[in-house]
């Protein structure tokens, strides 16, 4: 894959902040103690990048 192909979109760039939003609910659930809730907002997270990762 070329770096050329890479088409960013307003969708791509909403998928990876809803991702990045994700991630931060992990920490704070890390934080909290809560560490099952964390690994399935993890999980979630990691599902989103992964789409929109396969969306480019």
């Known amino acids: 894959m070329d770096i050329g192909d890479l088409h ?6 909403a998928v990876f902040a809803v991702a990045a939003f994700l991630l931060a609910g992990v920490y704070s659930f890390v934080k909290q103690g809560l560490k099952i809730a964390a690994l399935v907002v993890f999980v979630l997270a990691a599902l989103t990048f992964t789409g929109g990762v396969l969306w480019l």
Do not use: A, D, I, K
């Open 8 to 13: 960013f979109t307003y969708g791509n760039v």
